[in-house]
């Protein structure tokens, strides 16, 4: 029998179904669990993985699954290469709406306790407190930024933006009739209710949503160790929508 052991998993856990990566080790076993219900594909995780070991599939096809009442077929963000997660708890740290954690032996471990923090390589991040509109969901508003929708670009019909927004920030109006005509309706955005997520603008086929991050908000007198956090914050600061887009 050799060690470690990778293995990578669906499982379900009364009516949640979790994505997990493990690692197992002769005398400990690490574990990095993904909540499908709770991720919305935002793609912080995949942005500042150290490793590159997370990648994202199709949200929106996932979130269309979702809404028919089809079971997904693990669409969601994934970790792509379990042998490249060193478990540091960076993605854990920052997710938005707390779909990501790190168990050892099976044991949750509290983000404050992670070892990464423990040891100050983050700063202690700030955040405020949104809920989505859709699912009253928490959510852990990390970011200033500025947003913008290109009516122009936008394709209309597709409303994968609207699918994804977690918090309604992004909508489409009733259809109209025009002289017998059904007039498909532009989506509208609101950035007052923008968490800065990064959801729309990852998956947008048309590219016409801008967006970047301006500030990470980080407690005050927080301290960390250079270099790890500078590399970290500009992952944030100028996100990627996957990791085959080029730089």
Known sequence: MSFPKISRKVVTLGKTRFLEIETKFLTKKLTLRLDKKL?????????????????????GAAKRMEISGT????????????????????????????????????????????????EHALPEIDYEEATTKKSKQLVKKYFEGEISLNT?????????????????????????????????QKTVLDDRDCVYCGACYSVCGSDAITFKRTKVYIKKDSKYNEPFWPDIEQKLLN???????QA
């Open 39 to 59: 991720c919305t594909g935002c793609g912080v995780c995949y942005n500042v993985c150290p490793k590159e070991a997370i990648d994202r599939g199709p949200i």
């Open 71 to 118: 079971p997904d077929l693990d669409l969601s963000p994934e970790v792509a290469d379990p042998n490249k997660c060193s478990y540091c708890g960076v993605c854990v740290t920052m997710c938005p709406f707390s779909a990501l954690s790190l168990l050892v032996d099976n044991e949750e471990v509290p983000i404050p306790e992670l070892q990464i923090n423990k």
């Open 152 to 184: 122009e670009k936008c394709a209309g019909g597709c409303s994968t933006c609207v699918l994804v927004c977690p918090t309604g920030a992004i909508t489409k109006p009733p259809v109209e009739e025009q002289g017998g005509w059904v007039m498909s």
């Open 239 to 245: 996100p990627k929508r996957s990791l085959t887009e």
